[in-house]
């Protein structure tokens, strides 16, 4: 069982920055994938990023150059560095965690980008 709260969310200007924070329950070290994923109202929730166990890193295009997925295992927690934001990354983002059969979700963070 894997337990997850995320934070950092909040409102800022197009151009902006934000740093989401996951907090697994426990060690993350094990933990097969770790993704941010987004859901916009009206729209289905994507895929944002993932870092695998072994370190590697995936973004979807829109977000290439502009988020980083990292994470520091000594204090179970990942992050999602978001640069140079825009409206349509406005959402909320949710942390999942990938680890044996079983698939974990945390309840949330609203990100909102003011043009």
């Known amino acids: 069982q894997v337990q997850l709260v995320e934070s950092g969310g909040g409102l800022v200007q197009a151009g902006g920055s934000l740093r989401l924070s996951c907090l697994a329950s426990?060690?993350?070290?094990?933990?097969?994938?770790m993704r941010w994923y987004r859901q916009a109202p009206g729209k289905q929730r994507e895929l944002v990023a993932s870092?695998?166990?072994?370190?590697?890193?995936n973004y979807r295009d829109s977000v290439k150059g502009r988020f980083t997925i990292s994470r520091e295992i000594e204090k179970n927690t990942v992050y999602l560095q978001m640069n140079s934001l825009k409206p349509e990354d406005s959402a909320v983002y949710y942390c999942n965690a990938e680890y044996g059969v079983g698939n974990y979700w945390g309840q949330g963070t609203q990100v909102t980008v003011s043009s």
């Open positions: 870092i695998t166990r072994g370190g590697v890193r």
């Open positions: 426990g060690s993350i070290f094990s933990i097969n994938f």
